[in-house]
């Protein structure tokens, strides 16, 4: 075992593969800070030309480039060869391409030294995993702990997959309770040069087809408030795709792409609703947590582990997945009765402060690395 294994400090290597950015990649880079801010060794391998690689420096994360996007015999042997020269207790892969190369790393340094790392695989989405022989080894033999980020995912992987549900562990993303804080609705307008009085909903995540942007866009012709504006903070593959249907509907003045953004509190802000109308893939949402830290109304779905936090009246407004009627409707709910709307918001946000705070991530993450540490050691003692 490394030296860090034996006292407080572990060594750490994430992996990612993905090429993209949103939630996942935030939440790595959010974790792997974290860790360094407690005194551990952090390292993150992520591919050529990837955008969690070109924003690590920003959190303050250590990144090396190695050919781990696609699945390819150059990436294993880059990765052994990384781990050789940086030894470390624990490799936490996160994506499916870098899951099976460092599987497969890990597994070559199992046979030709003691102390290879542990391998821990973080899945953020619920997209069903194949039950080929294959993969019954990359979970069942190669990988040490399974993290998800929600409770049904987790659910998800022991009904469908079978796995030992003592090796599986829902660990949810940690938000920055103070980023996320109620601020002023009208002081976030004025910052950011948006209208005062017009009512605005917005959304919050990478423009992918699952979170459900066009049922969003379809929603706002339907508003009884012809005067609401809509948000859509992020980029991604659908951006085009979008804006060609808010083109078509007429909805030029009242739809702002704002793009890629480091301020998403002030945005949130300046909401009076936040919309997220996922079908499908979802953990338990960073977007839709930072919402409701800031106390801001929320409409969404059922899809994936977001009722763990969103419940109907309490907590937030559910409304049937991929139904823009249904999601006009809630959200002229929202924006008709703004008393009641912030009552639920105060319920959300006092649901999720004690719950989905960064320190209660880390905690919960540092368990599965030493639990897996540990049961590695007792198959295998030194």
């Known amino acids: 075992m490394n030296d860090s294994a034996s006292g407080d400090r572990l060594a750490i290597a994430h992996t990612e593969s993905s090429l993209g950015w949103g939630g996942q990649e935030i939440r790595t880079l959010t974790e792997a800070a974290g860790f360094i801010g407690r ?3 952090v390292t993150l391998y992520a591919a050529p030309g990837s955008r969690i690689a070109a924003e690590a420096p920003r959190f303050g994360v250590p990144v090396a480039v190695l050919p781990i996007g696609g699945k390819r015999p150059a990436g294993v042997r880059s990765l052994v060869a990384a781990l050789r020269r940086h030894p470390v207790d624990v490799v936490n892969a996160h994506s499916s391409t870098d899951a099976w190369l460092a599987a497969l790393a890990c597994a070559w340094l199992a046979r030709t030294r003691r102390a290879a790392p542990v391998l821990v695989r973080t899945r953020h989405v619920s997209i069903p995993v194949p039950r080929d022989y294959a993969t019954r080894w ?10 998800t980020t929600g409770a049904a995912l987790r659910e998800q992987l022991i009904r469908d997959n079978g796995l030992d549900a003592a090796r599986v562990d829902s660990v949810p993303t940690g938000i920055d309770t103070a980023t996320f804080a109620p601020l002023s609705r009208a002081a976030a307008r004025r910052e950011l040069g948006l209208p005062d009085a017009a009512p605005l909903a917005g959304i919050v995540a990478t423009l992918r087809s699952w979170k459900g942007h066009r049922y969003l866009v379809d929603a706002m012709p339907l508003l009884r408030r012809r005067d609401a504006r809509l948000v859509i903070v992020g980029d991604g593959p659908q951006r085009a795709a979008l804006e060609a249907q808010v083109g078509r509907l007429g909805l030029g003045e009242r739809v702002l792409f704002a793009g890629q953004r480091t301020d998403v509190a002030r945005w949130l802000a300046a909401l009076d609703v936040f919309v997220l109308p996922s079908y499908a893939n979802e953990g338990v949402p960073q977007a839709l ?3 409701m830290l800031a106390a801001i109304p929320c409409v969404t779905t059922d899809a994936g582990a977001i009722p763990e936090i969103a419940r109907h ?3 937030a407004r ?5 139904d823009a009627t249904a999601l006009a409707a809630a959200i002229d709910a929202v924006l008709d009765d703004p008393v009641a709307s912030a009552a639920i918001a105060e319920r959300a946000r006092a649901f999720v402060l004690p719950r989905f705070g960064i320190d209660i991530m880390l905690d919960r993450m540092e368990t599965v690395f030493r639990t897996a540490l540990a049961a590695r050691k007792a198959i295998r003692p030194s």
Do not use: D, K, M, N
């Open 289 to 291: 947590l930072q919402a």
């Open 39 to 41: 005194g551990h060794r």
């Open 318 to 322: 559910i409304v049937p997945r991929e």
């Open 138 to 147: 990359l979970y069942r033999t190669a990988t040490e702990r399974v993290v």
């Open 313 to 315: 009246g309490e907590t």
